[in-house]
């Protein structure tokens, strides 16, 4: 049974940092990718970041472009999402996802999907609130 355990969500203020984890169990962990996702009250599941089956290849949405880094330990099965600098924009419920790969081929090159419908597998989520 595929299961995702995401926690380190909590209450910060404006300019604070934050690090959330994903543990994984019930599927190769070196063999799938996991994303991270992010919904707002009222708003559509965000993809944010993702990290691919190597462990070594992270991307990233424009909004959390250079304060947010993904780094994964293969040998806890474990994905953590390192958030710095962070606003009150980046209040939601956090998820962390699984899927076959982290891309999609789209505008002549492969790019970092954001779909929700491109992971298979999702966690509980952690909630992030950011005070200003």
């Known amino acids: 049974e595929v299961q995702l355990q995401a926690s380190g969500g909590g209450l910060v203020q404006t300019g604070g940092s934050l690090r959330l984890s994903c543990a994984a169990s019930?599927?190769?962990?070196?063999?799938?990718?996991i994303a991270w996702f992010r919904q707002a009250p009222g708003k559509e599941r965000e993809g944010i970041s993702c990290?691919?089956?190597?462990?070594?290849?992270?991307y990233y949405a424009d909004s959390v472009k250079g304060r947010f880094s993904i780094s994964a330990d293969n040998a806890k099965n474990t994905v953590i999402l390192q958030m710095d600098n962070l606003s009150p924009e980046d209040t939601g419920v956090y998820y962390c996802a699984v899927g076959m790969t982290c891309t999609w081929y789209v505008g002549g090159r492969y790019r970092f999907d954001p779909r929700a419908l491109a992971y298979d597998y999702w966690g509980q989520g952690t909630q992030v609130t950011v005070s200003s």
């Open positions: 990290i691919d089956d190597n462990g070594e290849t992270p």
């Open positions: 019930g599927f190769p962990f070196d063999e799938r990718a």
